[in-house]
């Protein structure tokens, strides 16, 4: 009923290392400039709300931060 294997586990195709190396690579990317993008609007939300600078200043900040923000991420 129960069966001992003592060979390898993975038995199928060999491992595409260079395409793990890219999805992993694009996910922390992704990552980087997601977490941007939130900090950004939350930071653009707390002077709209909390300040008198009101939608559009807020937006122009919003832009601003995103835009320094990819330029030094890169």
Known sequence: MAEHH???VEMGAP???AEH???YNFFLSATKYLTLFCVALLIAMAAAFFTTMGFF???VLFILINVAG???LR
């Open 57 to 59: 200043s807020s937006l």
């Open 70 to 72: 990819f330029f030094f």
């Open 15 to 17: 491992m595409d290392y």
């Open 6 to 8: 003592s060979g390898p």
């Open 21 to 23: 190396e890219k999805t």
